[in-house]
């Protein structure tokens, strides 16, 4: 409720301050949202998606995933022009800037919370606010999103393997939403000028989590019930607790790691029999061996993105620490679950 009072606030505020800004929706993502937070509702993504008129994409490395944007006409409304560099592409930079400002201003004029603007984060495409909320925090991302009705980038043709396992039809339809591009710097840029976005399927992921099912009735109220779920909790949780045992050594590792293992192992095992209600131990066991198999060969592919490794290969030390910190938790019962 208090999260929803301060976002609904920004969001009357950002339309009105900027014309760019005025048709900007919020839409939630992040663990939250999609059922599969465990330990208390202390953290939200909240996605501020802005519809863009007809862009083009142009690859900025090899992976697939990180492009420049830009108009293929000079948009009508002119406010977008101070977002535009020399070349003419959108910077991502300038429009996180711009909102950031706008919310640092508007978070004074809101009463009865105490809201303020967290210090900008290298390389985070998010505005994070801190709303007390005694006796603890709660911290909010929000995300700056573009969302353009076009077709999905050929780097993304051979991605979303569900044909087994939510079926063909379902891929088609999935494949034909519009796309999303979150301002995030690609480090891999020659020269780190911030205007690159990449792409996102945030709102893809959350259908997927939200109706999974190989058969139309998991988890329906009087359907079967399955352990996805609960696996996908339970992966989040122990890499959440491994975070706050190792932060430096497995700083790098986020929980979009295990939410990708988990969309893998739902390939991986199609059927809704594989993942019986009461074979949650089992099934939990199935996907970390599949993500510490992932960890050992420094192999993680982006489920929508293919040819994009998650798994930077010169991280492998990193890699092998976490795979042996999860080896040594799966074969001693877990005690990090007990601390």
């Known amino acids: 409720t208090l999260v929803n009072t301060v976002i609904s606030h920004l969001v009357q505020a950002i339309r009105g301050k900027d014309s760019c800004f005025s048709s900007i929706e919020r839409?939630?993502?992040?663990?939250?949202?999609?059922?599969?937070k465990i330990s208390e509702p202390n953290e939200f993504d909240i996605m501020l998606v802005m519809p863009v008129p007809r862009i083009q994409l142009n690859e900025s490395d090899d992976t697939g995933a990180y492009y420049y944007v830009s108009f293929k006409r000079i948009p009508k409304e002119k406010s977008?022009?101070?977002?535009?560099?020399?070349?003419?592409?959108?910077?991502?930079?300038?429009?996180?800037?711009?909102?950031?400002?706008?919310?640092?201003?508007?978070?004074?004029?809101?009463?009865?919370?105490?809201?303020?603007?967290?210090?900008?984060?290298?390389?985070?495409?998010a505005i994070t606010l801190q709303?007390?909320?005694?006796?603890?925090?709660?911290?909010?991302?929000?995300?700056?999103?573009?969302?353009?009705?076009?077709?999905?980038?050929?780097?993304?043709?051979?991605?979303?393997?569900?044909?087994?396992?939510?079926?063909?039809?379902?891929?088609?339809?999935?494949?034909f939403r519009s796309i999303y591009l979150v301002a995030k710097q690609n480090k891999r840029e020659k020269v780190l000028r911030g205007n690159t976005w990449r792409i996102s399927f945030s709102h893809?992921?959350?259908?997927?989590?939200?109706?999974?099912?190989?058969?139309?009735?998991?988890?329906?109220?009087?359907?079967?019930?399955?352990?996805?779920?609960?696996?996908?909790k339970l992966l989040k949780f122990l890499l959440e607790r491994l975070k706050?045992?190792?932060?430096?050594?497995?700083?790098?590792?986020?929980?979009?790691?295990?939410k990708t293992a988990f969309l893998h192992s739902c390939v991986t095992w199609p059927n809704d029999t594989d993942w019986h209600w009461g074979n949650l131990d089992h099934s939990f066991q199935q996907c970390l061996g599949f993500f510490v198999d992932c960890l050992q060969?420094?192999?993680?592919?982006?489920?929508?993105?293919?040819?994009?490794?998650?798994?930077s290969l010169e991280d492998k030390a990193r890699h092998h620490f976490l795979s042996r910190k999860?080896?040594?938790?799966?074969?001693?019962?877990?005690?990090?679950?007990?601390?």
């Not at 839409?27 to 599969?36: C, L, N």
């Not at 300038?94 to 706008?102: H, P, S, V, Y």
């Not at 959350?206 to 996908?232: A, F, Q, V, W, Y």
């Not at 706050?244 to 295990?258: A, D, G, I, Q, R």
């Open 27 to 36: 839409q939630s993502a992040g663990s939250y949202y999609e059922r599969v």
């Open 80 to 125: 977008w022009l101070k977002f535009l560099e020399e070349d003419r592409t959108l910077s991502a930079f300038k429009m996180l800037q711009a909102l950031r400002e706008i919310i640092k201003q508007e978070v004074k004029n809101i009463k009865d919370v105490e809201v303020t603007v967290a210090r900008k984060k290298t390389g985070s495409p």
């Open 131 to 175: 709303i007390k909320n005694p006796p603890s925090e709660i911290s909010v991302d929000i995300i700056l999103t573009l969302e353009a009705q076009k077709s999905w980038p050929p780097s993304t043709q051979d991605g979303l393997k569900i044909e087994q396992w939510l079926g063909t039809k379902k891929r088609r339809d999935l494949r």
């Open 204 to 232: 893809i992921e959350k259908e997927m989590i939200n109706n999974h099912g190989n058969s139309k009735t998991c988890c329906e109220s009087d359907g079967p019930k399955c352990c996805r779920k609960g696996c996908l």
């Open 244 to 258: 706050m045992k190792h932060p430096k050594e497995l700083e790098k590792f986020c929980s979009y790691h295990v």
């Open 297 to 311: 060969k420094s192999q993680l592919t982006h489920f929508f993105v293919p040819q994009y490794n998650l798994l």
């Open 326 to 339: 999860i080896s040594y938790e799966l074969n001693n019962g877990f005690p990090v679950f007990h601390e």
